[in-house]
């Protein structure tokens, strides 16, 4: 684990980047995460529910993205503090 992670780092950023798609009319958020990123798990935390799965080629490496949705992005947002 780096000194940088577990500070609220990335749920602020997150959040904050889904306050600014609310401005902008987005009510529902989706990211795409690589299969063998290890911090996969974060999304989940965040609320993220794993929606689907697709293949991904990256310059010739073959993997999948996971696919973690909000329906309501309003669930993000209220995480700012």
Known sequence: MFDWQRRGIGRKLVSCAAL??????????????QEDNPNKKFYE?????LVGKRPLDWEGYAT??????????????????
């Open 45 to 49: 935390y965040l609320g993220g529910q």
């Open 64 to 81: 999948r993205e996971f696919l973690f949705g909000w329906q309501n992005i309003e669930v993000l947002v209220a995480q700012i503090s």
């Open 20 to 33: 600014e798609l609310k401005k902008q009319g987005a009510k529902s958020l989706l990211i795409a995460v």
